[in-house]
């Protein structure tokens, strides 16, 4: 009997810990506003997550071992070693597709982020704008007024609990930007060259932008593909919704 009990304790207690937060508002499945404006909000006011959902920080997410450019579809290689993501938690989504009671095989995004900061150990070498380069230290690259297009793949679940889950197999997100501003330390192992370099640079950043555009893309396709798959795997499509 005391077993019973303990066993019905935690699976509530289980439960309970999986609900949204009760300043978040439900929306009916399908209401594509009602949803842009509740992920948005859960964006911007829990900026370091909520573990019982299994949101994390959205404000800064680090990865290792990130490939932006390779030399054999450019002519510059371009690698972190490790990269931090800022800016996520003031996001706006614009619109949200495919929402519905019955889960669909894709669900479109579109949001606005003001500024996105992407800084950490850097490794490069090859050509860029005609000249070659090549250093390694620390990169800061800032993305101006970006505007995101994202679909994700996904495959229901159900599980035990008699709830549907989400599978996400895949992410595609594409961004442009109005500016982009670089900083990389100790190119040529000199700062003069440096400050030269990044001051080219900037100064036809769509150049560059048109060379990293990709493996940006990339980057922030594992970025958003590892918040929602975190969520995901914890919390339930149907628990996302008014009932």
């Known amino acids: 009997m005391k077993l019973s009990l303990f066993i019905g304790c935690l699976t509530i207690a289980f439960v309970w810990g999986q609900q949204l937060p009760p300043d978040i508002d439900k929306c009916q499945a399908g209401d594509a506003i009602c949803i842009a404006k509740t992920i948005t909000y859960i964006l911007q006011s829990y900026p370091k997550g909520i ?23 450019s002519k510059l290689d371009l690698k972190f070693h490790t990269l931090t993501v800022r800016g996520f938690e003031n996001t706006t989504v614009l619109d949200a597709k495919g929402f519905d009671a019955d889960i669909p095989r894709v669900f479109e995004l579109s949001a606005f982020t003001p500024l996105l900061r992407l800084e950490g150990e850097y490794e490069t070498q090859g050509i860029l704008l005609t000249m070659p380069i090549q250093g390694r230290g620390q990169a800061l690259v800032e993305l101006k007024d970006c505007q995101f297009r994202c679909k994700v793949r996904a495959v229901e679940d159900q599980r035990l609990d008699g709830k549907r889950y989400l599978e996400i197999p895949k992410v595609k997100c594409l961004v442009d930007v109005q ?44 970025v958003s593909g590892t918040i929602l798959r975190r969520v995901a795997k914890k919390f339930s499509y149907d628990d996302f919704f008014q009932e």
């Open 179 to 222: 500016s982009m501003h670089i900083n990389f330390d100790n190119l040529f192992n000199n700062k003069d060259l440096s400050d030269t370099m990044n001051d080219l640079a900037n100064n036809n950043w769509f150049e560059i932008w048109k060379t990293l555009r990709k493996g940006i893309n990339s980057a922030l396709d594992q």
């Open 51 to 73: 573990p019982s959902i299994g949101l994390d920080a959205v404000d800064a997410i680090s990865f290792q071992n990130v490939i932006v450019s390779r030399m054999e579809s």
